[in-house]
C-alpha cells in the first residue's frame, strides 16, 4: 500500500489529475477503474476522480510494488536550481510578487535558459516552502510573462490555488495592470487608443493598423502623461486589451516610440539615450497591479494595489512626475 498525503501547495486540483501526476505512465481509464473497485480510496472511502483536493487528504493506493514501479516510470534525479537575489514585492502561502530586472527571461524560451522560474525554484526550496520530491502534482510557476528587456511586476503562484485563481484574473482582465514607458517627444494630453494589431509569427513583430483587418485583433490602449522634459515623456499606460508588443508597437504607430526599443523605436534616440544616459534595455516597466474582490484563499489580496519600483532613468523621471499618479 502507497500513501499520498495531499501538501498545501497541491490544494484544489481535482484526484485523477494528483494521480496523474505520481504515476505518469498510467491511462486515466486504469484510475477509474482501481476507483470504482476501491483499489484506490480518498480519506479510507471510494471516490469517482472529480475530487477536489484539501491539505492533508490521504490517498492509499491498494496496489502491488511492481505495479507501482511501472506506473511511476523512472525516477528523475532531483534538479538543482539557480539562486538570485529576487526583488519580492510581495508575498504569502499562495502568491509571491517579484519586481523582474530588465535583461532576465520570465520562463525559458528554449531548455539551456535560465529564467525567473527557475530562480523563483530556488528561492523557494531553499526557504523550505517548497520541495520538489514531495510535490510531484504541482510546480510554483510565472503566471504572466514580461518580455526578457521589460522590467517589472510579474505574479507567481506558490500554490495550486494561487497559480488557478491568478491565471483566472489574467484571463478576465478583472486585474487591473498597469505599466510605465519613456517614449519619444513630448505628450501632454492622455488619450484612448484604438487599433488593429497583426502579429508576423516568423519575425515575432506586430503591425498596427487603423482599420479593420483581416486577422488582426482589435486593441485598445490607455495613456496618461506624467513628466515630460521636452525630449522624452513618462506616461502611465492602462492595457484594456493585452496582446503582444501591444504598447511598443501601438505608441510606436502615433510617432511616439518607447526610447531604447530594438523593435519599434527610433533608432537616433535610442542612440542618443545610449550615449547620455547609459540605457540598455526599453523603458517600459510593469508597474502596478490592482485586484478585485476576491474570495477564499487569495481574499487578503481583495481591492489592494501593489506598486513595483523602476529603476534607473524611468526612477528619476517618476520622481519628477506631479499630479495623481495612480
Known amino acids: 500500500m502507497k500513501l499520498i498525503t495531499v501538501h498545501k501547495q497541491e490544494e484544489g486540483q481535482r484526484l485523477v489529475k494528483l494521480l496523474g501526476a505520481y504515476l505518469k505512465e498510467a491511462p486515466n481509464s486504469f484510475f477509474y477503474k482501481m476507483l470504482r473497485k476501491k483499489n484506490i480510496t480518498l480519506n479510507g472511502k471510494k471516490a469517482d476522480g472529480t475530487e477536489k483536493l484539501k491539505c492533508g487528504d490521504e490517498i492509499r493506493l491498494f496496489l502491488s510494488d511492481e505495479t507501482y514501479e511501472k506506473f511511476a516510470g523512472k525516477v528523475q534525479p532531483k534538479e538543482k536550481f539557480p539562486m538570485a ?4 514585492v510581495y508575498e504569502d502561502s499562495n502568491v509571491i510578487f517579484i519586481n523582474k530586472p530588465a535583461g ?8 539551456s535558459d535560465v529564467s525567473l522560474n527557475e530562480y523563483l525554484l530556488g528561492y523557494l526550496e531553499k526557504s523550505g516552502q517548497w520541495k520538489q520530491e514531495e510535490s510531484k502534482a504541482f510546480r510554483p510557476s510565472v503566471c504572466n510573462r514580461l518580455d526578457r528587456n521589460t522590467s517589472g511586476m510579474v505574479i507567481c503562484g506558490k500554490s ?11 484571463k478576465d482582465r478583472s486585474l487591473h495592470k498597469y505599466y510605465l514607458c519613456l517614449v519619444k517627444g513630448v505628450m501632454t494630453e492622455g488619450q484612448h487608443l ?12 506586430v503591425k498596427i493598423f487603423q482599420k ?20 522624452a ?12 508588443h501591444q504598447i511598443r508597437a501601438h505608441l510606436s504607430s502615433i510617432g511616439h516610440p518607447i526610447i531604447g526599443d530594438p523593435k519599434y523605436g527610433d533608432r537616433k534616440v535610442n542612440a542618443f539615450f545610449r550615449e547620455t544616459h547609459g540605457i ?31 529603476a534607473g532613468l524611468m526612477k528619476q523621471y517618476l520622481m519628477k512626475a506631479k499630479g495623481d499618479l495612480h
Open 212 to 231: 479593420e483587418t483581416e486577422g488582426a485583433a482589435h486593441i485598445i490602449t490607455e495613456y496618461k502623461p506624467l513628466y515630460t522634459d521636452g525630449e
Open 104 to 111: 532576465m527571461l520570465s520562463q525559458k524560451s528554449v531548455p
Open 194 to 205: 484604438e487599433g488593429y494589431l497583426l502579429k508576423d509569427e516568423n519575425s515575432n513583430q
Open 85 to 88: 537575489k529576487l526583488n519580492i
Open 160 to 170: 495550486m490555488a494561487g497559480l488557478q485563481q491568478m491565471a483566472a484574473l489574467l
Open 280 to 310: 540598455k534595455n526599453q523603458m517600459l516597466h510593469a508597474w502596478k497591479l490592482t485586484f478585485p474582490e476576491l474570495a477564499e484563499p487569495l481574499d487578503n489580496l481583495s481591492e489592494k494595489s501593489f506598486e513595483a519600483e523602476p
Open 233 to 244: 515623456t513618462l506616461l502611465k499606460v492602462t492595457l484594456v486589451t493585452g496582446k503582444s
